[in-house]
């Protein structure tokens, strides 16, 4: 069994940065894929970013492509996401998910794990 706590969410302006962490815990993280996925009120949860196992290969949503940056380190087991230029339509509950393949690692369903999620609001 995986848990999984995100942290560093919080209220920003817009054109402000984040930074989440996801800490993991068991001595399994490194093998797996990670992936940052998020919810608006009312929508359904979308894929932001995934990374793989080594940290040699990630993926973006177009939406957030050159302003969100993912990246792990594996001797803290966390996995993090660096939110540069925040927009309004950022705002939403981050999670964090690990164990997929890494050919549906853009798919919520394809992850085993699930963290509880952290609040994003950036405001106009």
């Known amino acids: 069994q995986v848990q999984l706590v995100e942290s560093g969410g919080g209220l920003v302006q817009a054109g402000d940065s984040l930074r989440l962490s996801c800490a993991a815990s068991?001595?399994?993280?490194?093998?797996?894929?990670m992936g940052w996925f998020r919810q608006a009120p009312g929508k359904e949860r979308t894929f932001v970013a995934t990374i793989s196992w080594s940290g040699g290969n990630t993926k973006y949503a177009d939406s957030v492509k050159g302003r969100f940056t993912i990246s792990r380190d594996n001797a803290k087991n966390t996995v993090y996401l660096q939110m540069n230029s925040l927009k309004p339509e950022d705002t939403a509950v981050y999670y964090c998910?690990?164990?997929?393949?890494?050919?549906?690692?853009?798919?919520?369903?394809?992850?085993?794990?699930w963290g509880q999620g952290t609040q994003v609001t950036v405001s106009s």
């Open positions: 998910a690990a164990d997929a393949k890494w050919d549906y690692s853009s798919h919520y369903n394809a992850y085993r794990y």
């Open positions: 068991g001595r399994t993280f490194s093998t797996y894929t």
